[in-house]
């Protein structure tokens, strides 16, 4: 059997970008397949999606995981990606926490597994913020392709982590940051650093 040169395959690949069930198949005919369909499936990230962000968590670094120990999370103990995934992702989408709290409710709960984490517990809302401002640091850091990053709900703490770190990401071009939870002099402390 002749095999399409990496070009044609990307191309037609291309087309399959909103279908992830179809590009998740594509993964698994040959390696050819999936080092073509990699790029598309993590150009943008699914940040809703609990498999997603259990992958995230393997890619965290020491400094990263260790702002997890007082929640009792367990991360995914499993070998490293194949791929270094975050230098496919151009366009991450923050909206929702509903993968980090699909993965806490699924996975990551530790000593403490009878809570039911949810959006009205506080407990549940330091652990959540906490694992989006570690995985925030992580695309920042490591994300070199990255040129939109858009996130809703966003607090002090995370925005302050956001501005420290973002002026070294010279491939963002777009950000977009609304229903932030900033008060006035929070706002003006930012802006004045």
Request: net charge positive; glycine share 4%.
């Amino acid at each position: 059997m002749i095999k399409l040169p990496n070009e044609c395959l990307f191309k037609i690949f291309i087309n399959l970008k909103g279908y992830h069930k179809s590009l998740f198949s594509c993964l698994l005919v040959d390696r050819q397949w999936c080092k073509n369909v990699v790029p598309i499936l993590w150009s943008e990230v699914p940040f809703k999606n609990r498999k997603f962000i259990r992958t995230c968590l393997l890619l965290l670094n020491l400094e990263e995981q260790t702002k997890l120990i007082p929640f009792d999370i367990i991360l995914p103990n499993n070998s490293k990606p194949l791929f270094e995934y975050t230098n496919y992702i151009k366009s991450i989408k923050i909206t929702t926490d509903c993968g980090i709290l699909g993965w806490l409710n699924h996975e990551g709960s530790g000593p403490r597994d009878l809570i039911d984490y949810s959006k009205e517990d506080s407990d549940s809302i330091n652990a959540v913020q906490t694992i989006r401002s570690s995985l925030t640091l992580m695309f920042l850091k490591s994300c070199n392709k990255l040129n939109y990053l858009s996130f809703r709900g966003i607090n002090y703490n995370e925005m302050k982590i956001l501005f420290e770190n973002i002026f070294n990401k010279n491939s963002l071009n777009s950000l977009d940051i609304g229903n932030n939870q900033l008060g006035i002099e929070e706002r003006i402390g930012l802006v004045q650093k």
